[in-house]
């Protein structure tokens, strides 16, 4: 009877420590956890996906498109060229634009689109008058060309037949030509028997063709225009009366004579710019060099700079190796920013000079 209730208590205290084990414990404990990870699953809401509508994708693409566009407008600081002709009232545009010159008409016009539509109308032609009329003593606009055409003739050293950079202008023939572009002979023939030879006999005794000088390295002469000759012998020719090729010969011959007498007050016009644009540079770089001897006394270096400009002064033959140096004969304003470049360069070419002199000396 004690064995049997022995053997019971015994099975009683080996189910509890199984109970108590560590792995059940653990068991145990992911189950619960289980179970209620899976309750809070179910009762959490599940997120909807985000849905765009078509009109609102639409309207965030058109945004990004204008702003794109604007973006590419936009020329310059700010791009406030661009936006001129479009928030500025017109009669305050026109009223700027008459204070100022063909050349800066010229500039803004290739500015904008609106602008160049604006200032190219023919209804604007008053505002390049008044534009003109701002340069001293240009002489007035031919007949045979629009202001703007006169503007670009004037003030743009380009080339009309490869795009170079010229400055020679061949009034009679209202164009720009380098060089070797106008010793093409097949484009400009030389005025002579044989020119002559192929135009009608009235082009002789009627002085109607326009010709100018031509002065280069392979040729020099009066030279004529075989497009301008090509026109003049095709209107002449379409005439039938003898009337009507009396009248045009006269009005030609008319114009020619108005062609010449402006060529010759455009040429001393030019001569007188390029001239006056000389003394400006001289003027700039007589600045600059005080402005460098200036700097130059401030660390102790003006007074070798004056031995060397008086020294080659007195030898004709000579030229002032400081005034002539390539950092100081420039027509620029001297900056700080330039002065801390070029003093070092100096420097060193002072101190050579002097060492050298004293060596002289002793």
């Known amino acids: ?27 145990t404990q992911s189950d619960e956890h289980g179970e209620q990870d899976d309750e809070e699953q179910e009762e959490r809401p599940r997120k909807r996906a985000k849905r765009i509508s078509a009109e609102s994708s639409g309207k965030k693409a058109e945004k990004k498109g204008i702003a794109s566009k604007q973006l590419r407008r936009v020329r310059g600081k700010l791009g406030l060229l661009a936006r001129l002709a479009k928030d500025v009232p017109v009669e305050v545009i026109l009223e700027v634009f008459c204070h100022l010159e063909p050349r800066d008409l010229l ?150 004579q108005q062609s010449r007498n402006h060529r010759f007050l455009c040429a001393q016009w030019m001569c007188r710019r390029d001239i006056e644009r000389a003394r400006e540079l001289d003027k700039l770089r007589q600045q600059r060099k005080e402005d460098i001897l200036t700097r130059l006394n401030n660390i102790g270096w003006r007074e070798e700079a004056e031995i060397i400009m008086k020294s080659q002064r007195l030898i004709t033959w000579r030229k002032d190796s400081f005034a002539q140096h390539k950092s100081v004969n420039q027509p620029r304003k001297l900056t700080e920013y330039g002065w801390n470049i070029i003093k070092d360069e100096l420097v060193t070419m002072l101190s050579n000079h002097k060492e050298k002199r004293l060596q002289i000396e002793i």
């Open 107 to 256: 500039r803004l016009a290739r500015t904008s689109r609106e602008l160049r539509n604006l200032l190219m109308s023919k209804t604007l032609k008053d505002i390049w008058r008044a534009a003109r009329q701002n340069v001293g003593d240009l002489p007035p606009c031919p007949h045979d060309l629009t202001e703007p055409q006169y503007a670009f003739l004037i003030y743009e050293p380009i080339c009309h037949l490869c795009d170079r950079r010229v400055e020679s202008v061949l009034w009679s023939f209202r164009m720009r030509c380098c060089q070797d572009c106008a010793s093409d002979l097949s484009k400009f023939p030389q005025c002579n028997e044989e020119f002559f030879a192929r135009l009608p006999q009235e082009f002789r005794s009627y002085d109607i063709l326009p010709r100018d000088l031509i002065l280069t390295s392979e040729r020099w002469g009066w030279t004529g225009h075989n497009e301008i000759t090509a026109r003049y012998k095709a209107e002449y020719e379409t005439l039938q009366t003898t009337e009507e090729r009396e009248a045009w010969l006269n009005r030609k011959e008319k114009e020619s």
């Open 1 to 27: 009877m004690s064995m049997a209730r022995r053997s019971a208590r015994f099975q009683v205290k080996k189910a509890a420590n199984t109970s108590n084990s560590p792995q059940n414990v653990n068991a």
